[in-house]
T-cell receptor
Framework: RKEVEQDPGPFNVPEGATVAFNCTYS??????FFWYRQDCRKEPKLLMS?????NEDGRFTAQLNRASQYISLLIRDSKLSDSATYLC????????????WGAGTKLIIKP | AAGVIQSPRHLIKEKRETATLKCYPI?????VYWYQQGPGQDPQFLIS???????DKGSIPDRFSAQQFSDYHSELNMSSLELGDSALYFC????????????????FGPGTRLTVL
């Protein structure tokens, strides 16, 4: 079982809609959580860091549920430029805080 | 703002050749990480350095070695290249331990695309 799991998608969503996806992690002691977005053949770019219960940045909201061990990402008023792969990343306290990566969720925003 | 710089951006090598990838971290970042990402895969952690010392080791093959220099830039040396080494190689950097012992956020360079023929 992978330590960080995501639905690979793709999520096909019309422009302007709201989309949400979850990521579950296996180590309850994990402390830091990140959402990165990655465009095809480009580097992962940090979207949001989540250290406490959640974080909001414009149209993007990340929520952390420690009891159920999942992090969610909500995108409101989606735009064509939001099309990308969204990678959930967890900072693993048991391996000297290495980043543990999910396989990513592919999002396609359609006009 | 200055970002992580990687060179070269593209590299084509033949089997059994060697390659050296370079990474220049964000100024004042003292930790460098190397990742390998194959097509359709998530980034696989290879190795990291903190203050010029190896801090963590991931799935780096014995044919690969890396080091961090006094100016904090890092080089990944790859020998006896195999077809399966073809991938995107990312370098990321971060500052020292952040809040409550957590490592700070990693910022990625644009990557080096290595093709082994």
């Amino acid at each position: 079982r992978k330590e960080v799991e995501q639905d690979p998608g793709p999520f096909n969503v019309p422009e302007g809609a709201t989309v949400a996806f979850n990521c579950t992690y296996s180590n309850s002691a994990s402390q830091s959580f990140f959402w990165y977005r990655q465009d095809c053949r480009k580097e992962p770019k940090l979207l949001m860091s989540v250290y406490s219960s959640g974080n909001e940045d414009g149209r993007f909201t990340a929520q952390l549920n420690r009891a159920s061990q999942y992090i969610s990402l909500l995108i409101r008023d989606s735009k064509l430029s939001d099309s990308a792969t969204y990678l959930c990343v967890v900072n693993d306290v048991d391996s000297n805080y290495q980043l543990i990566w999910g396989a990513g969720t592919k999002l396609i925003i359609k006009p | 703002a200055a970002g992580v710089i990687q060179s070269p951006r593209h590299l084509i090598k033949e089997k059994r050749e060697t390659a050296t990838l370079k990474c220049y971290p964000i100024p004042r970042h003292d930790t460098v990480y190397w990742y390998q990402q194959g097509p359709g895969q998530d980034p696989q952690f290879l190795i990291s350095f903190y203050e010029k010392m190896q801090s963590d080791k991931g799935s780096i093959p014995d044919r690969f070695s890396a080091q961090q220099f006094s100016d904090y830039h890092s080089e990944l040396n790859m020998s006896s290249l195999e077809l399966g080494d073809s991938a995107l190689y990312f370098c990321a950097s971060s500052s020292a331990l952040g809040l409550a012992g957590r490592r700070d956020t990693q910022y990625f360079g644009p990557g080096t695309r290595l093709t082994v023929l």
